[in-house]
């Protein structure tokens, strides 16, 4: 019988972000956990992609877009996740993680009214997507048909590019759509690593193996070394998205 191995802490955590040794057990820790900060930071980098494509460049309207996504996104949805099967483990009360998303969530809608009388009036039909992408796919309404990869590739990676262009310039073009595009592989290469690691850190109990090379020798395979290269690509990939959004603020901002 293969003897039962134990998760190594490296794997012991629901996700390489969460329960921080810098914050010590407890409600800060357990918020930290459920805002997703790197994936909340990518999501952020593609809304600051969407606004600096074209110029000029509305600071204004930046920092409000900005601002609707992160408490869309970072904070609403990643609530109702958490409210819905507790995927991080946190001991957040019921109705301190219901706060949080009717919080986020209620501010992003205002945000978009907002929008509505300082932009035009189809930004009306982004807030309805928003809103029903961010309650559907979290909760799994609609038989859970909008939860699938599709979804979370062109909501979570193309929407706030398109969005935040359209925040910009009232209108969308060509460069918006291929951006969107973009935005959607992106966030469709994290979910393929995410997804597998998810699985590792949060379903397995123990993984044991040997490979042999071709010349002979052999390497142990674990839930670490399986899940290391994968989390390695997250990191990477995580910290890409804002280097790029941040070289294209950079262009917009000294170009005036």
Do not use: K
């Not at 909501?155 to 925040?167: D, K």
């Amino acid at each position: 019988m293969v003897p039962e191995s134990h998760p190594s802490p490296a794997s012991a955590a629901p996700a390489f972000y969460a329960r921080p040794r810098f914050l010590a057990p407890g409600a800060w820790r357990d918020w930290w956990s459920v805002l997703h900060p790197p994936y909340t930071l990518l999501h952020l980098s593609l809304v600051t992609i969407g606004a600096c494509l074209s110029g000029p460049l509305l600071l204004w309207r930046l920092v409000a877009s900005l601002i609707a996504f992160f408490l869309a996104v970072g904070v609403g949805a990643h609530c109702l996740d958490e409210l819905h099967g507790r995927p991080l483990g946190t001991t957040l009360p019921r109705w301190a993680l219901l706060a949080g998303a009717a919080t986020g969530l209620g501010g992003a809608i205002a945000l978009g009214v907002l929008g509505v009388f300082l932009v035009g009036p189809w930004m009306g039909a982004f807030i309805v997507v928003g809103a029903v992408v961010a309650v559907g796919y979290n909760l799994e309404l609609f038989a859970g048909r909008l939860h699938n990869r599709v979804v979370v590739a062109t909501a979570w990676g193309g929407f706030p590019i398109l969005t935040a262009y359209f925040a910009q310039h009232d209108r969308l073009g060509v460069a918006a759509v291929l951006a969107a595009g973009f935005g959607a592989m992106v966030t469709l290469a994290q979910q393929q690593l995410s997804t597998p690691a998810r699985h590792l850190r949060r379903r397995t109990a123990s993984l044991e193996g040997v490979a042999r090379l071709r010349d002979g020798s052999e390497e142990e395979v674990t839930v670490d070394t399986v899940l290391a290269p994968l989390e390695s690509a997250l990191r990477t990939l995580c910290r890409a998205g804002p280097l790029l959004a941040l070289a294209l603020l950079a262009a917009r901002v000294t170009s005036h």
